[in-house]
């Protein structure tokens, strides 16, 4: 535990560097990978926080609470793209988000735990999956058809802010529907707990860390959108590139470690919970609610997206309906999910 602390307090001083880097107008390269790692740094504080308190819960619970929770800074650099007019990164590193949960991080847990497993099949509850792969199908279906519209010109075109607000309403209510039947179900409530072993602190220590992690995030999340620009422009890749991959998965490090991790210790249903829990809630949850949010700014977040990402959408929740709606997993279709990240992040470079 002395390490943990020891790297907690070099995170710290690693987001106060990043702000001294940001104030101190520092050489853009400097002040961006200073504030991308200090983001990936308390992105680790908040997932190793939410796990203490996910000692006392199921996988079910535990799951929903890290994903909610490891989504706060992705969640703050939206707001902050979009409050500094970067409306194509804000997009960009949502979808991105989902890819990168959906395809490299599931990947990786599911390469990881069929390592693990004696027969090279990782096996998981196949609830989740199902109820994950309808939802990517639903916020599929609503980007798919503005996508039409507004490659046709449909009358329906003129009006996709409109068409936003409304979809990201109905998605809200169906992924509350959701996660209040998900939680209820005695099959997730039933599941092991995800570890023998005591917490390693208490739960008052955990708040207390979930807290300070979540300030930090917000100030630092402010201070990578301030470098990301002229970083991405100071090496020659594109906005889309930059919002797709790099955004995406500097803010989702918690389902990138945390996931894998878990994989890894043969915590198969704990791994699959984290990580599908957040591929719902940024497509369900996150997405939505950050279009409403975008009302508050001069540039709205739409749901019209690129043709290039429409199709790769539609095309991920086929995949994951197809590899993990049956509650097993092999190394081969691990791998097929990352060769999927790989070949749109290639795509996304020269966008």
């Not at 039933?190 to 023998?196: A, D, G």
């Amino acid at each position: 535990m002395r390490t943990r602390w020891l790297v907690m307090a070099s995170i710290g001083v690693l987001a106060a560097a990043a702000g001294v880097a940001h104030f101190a107008d520092a050489p853009v390269m400097l002040a961006f990978l200073l504030a991308t790692a200090a983001l990936a740094g308390l992105a680790w504080i908040v997932s190793f926080a939410t796990e203490q308190v996910g000692e006392r819960l199921g996988p079910a619970a535990t799951g929903v609470l890290q994903s909610t929770l490891g989504n706060l800074p992705e969640f703050f650099i939206v707001v902050f793209a979009l409050s500094a007019g970067e409306v194509v990164v804000a997009q960009t590193s949502i979808i991105g988000s989902i890819f990168a949960n959906a395809l490299l991080v599931l990947g990786l847990a599911i390469i990881g735990g069929s390592r693990h497993s004696d027969d090279g099949i990782m096996r998981f509850h196949a609830r989740l999956p199902k109820d994950n792969a309808i939802l990517m199908l639903l916020a599929s279906f609503l980007i798919v058809i503005v996508g039409i519209a507004v490659a046709t010109k449909d009358p329906a075109s003129g009006h996709i802010k409109a068409i936003s607000i409304a979809g990201a309403v109905a998605l809200l209510i169906t992924y509350g529907a959701w996660l209040v039947d998900y939680l209820r179900t005695p099959a997730a409530a039933s599941e092991e707990p995800p570890s023998q072993h005591p917490p390693l602190v208490s739960v008052r220590v955990a708040l207390v860390l979930l807290a300070i992690s979540g300030v930090g995030a917000a100030f630092v999340s402010d201070w990578f959108i301030a470098a990301l620009t002229p970083a991405m422009d100071q090496i020659g890749v594109s906005k889309a590139f930059a919002g797709l991959v790099i955004v995406a998965i500097a803010g989702n490090a918690v389902e990138n470690t945390a996931g894998v991790t878990l994989a890894m210790k043969g915590e198969a249903d704990l791994a699959i919970s984290v990580v599908k829990n957040s591929v719902a809630q940024i497509t369900a949850f996150l997405f939505p609610a950050l279009v409403l949010v975008s009302l508050l700014f001069a540039t709205p977040l739409t749901f019209a997206l690129a043709p290039v990402y429409v199709g790769a959408l539609a095309l991920t929740a086929i995949a994951l309906w197809q590899i993990t709606s049956d509650g097993e997993a092999t190394l081969f279709e691990g791998v097929a999910l990352v060769a999927f990240y790989a070949i749109l992040a290639v795509v996304a470079f020269y966008e």
